[in-house]
């Protein structure tokens, strides 16, 4: 695929798709992995959260709370990892399920993202949901601009997303929505097929951002049409 040409939602898939060939399966067990990770955490927070209604379910008044706001503080890190580890397959390089964790490496950068860019989209929402739509896809990019830019502040990564989704706000959110007959099926599999259909989603979304940096590098690489003398 021509990076450096804006591609159409369906080639985007289909490169995806390729990508797979070989590893859909070492995709699918590292988000497994990455499910088990949170498993326990999860669990508690859930049955806390439904002792109210159903009182015969334990509580966990003090444990649940600490729970989620650790859920919460590791969110950015893993985001970003997962940014890397797809990113990774995209460009051709090797992949490791330990390339989820080195968003760790830059953790308070990470965290701070992803505090803002929650921040932010749920301020907007408070105003009208489709603002808050518009805004989540326009900071949607900011994770893998920190993954390209190790050093970059958390805002700058967000405002470096808002330029380059300018005019593509449209595309991403047909391409997000392209994949809800796909969620529907691993429903149906008690959602199991959800392991599967993550990796196709998150290499989706890494080849769009991909395919977004070319093509915009090249634009302002490219000299500026002379003016008529």
């Keep these: 695929m021509d990076y450096t040409v804006i591609q159409p939602n369906y080639e985007i898939r289909a490169n995806a798709r390729r990508q797979l060939n070989g590893v859909w399966g070492e995709m699918a067990f ?3 992995v990455y499910f088990l990770i949170f498993l326990p955490a999860n669990t508690i927070i859930t049955l806390d959260s439904l002792h109210d209604d159903y009182p015969a379910i334990p509580s966990f008044p003090v444990l649940a709370p600490v729970l989620q706001i650790a859920v919460f503080l590791v969110s950015g890190p893993f ?10 397959r995209v460009r051709g390089e090797e992949i490791h399920l ?5 968003g760790f490496n830059r953790f308070w950068r990470s965290f701070l993202l992803m505090f803002l860019t929650n921040l932010l989209t749920g301020l907007w929402m408070l105003l009208l949901i489709v603002p808050g739509i518009v805004k989540a896809l326009a900071y949607s990019m900011a994770f893998y601009i920190m993954r390209d830019n190790p050093d970059i502040e958390a805002l700058d990564a967000i405002d470096k997303s808002q330029v380059m989704m300018k005019g593509h706000k449209g595309q991403l959110l047909l391409l997000e929505l392209s994949f809800i007959g796909w969620g529907l099926l691993s429903l149906l599999t008690l959602g199991i097929g959800f392991l599967w259909l993550y990796p196709y989603i998150s290499l989706s979304m890494a080849n769009f951002y991909e395919n977004l940096k070319q093509s915009q590098e090249k634009a302002a690489a490219s000299p500026a049409p002379a003016l008529p003398a």
């Design 30 to 32: 590292t988000f497994f």
């Design 98 to 102: 330990s390339d989820i964790f080195e």
């Design 79 to 88: 985001v970003l990892g997962f940014c890397g580890y797809f990113m990774r």
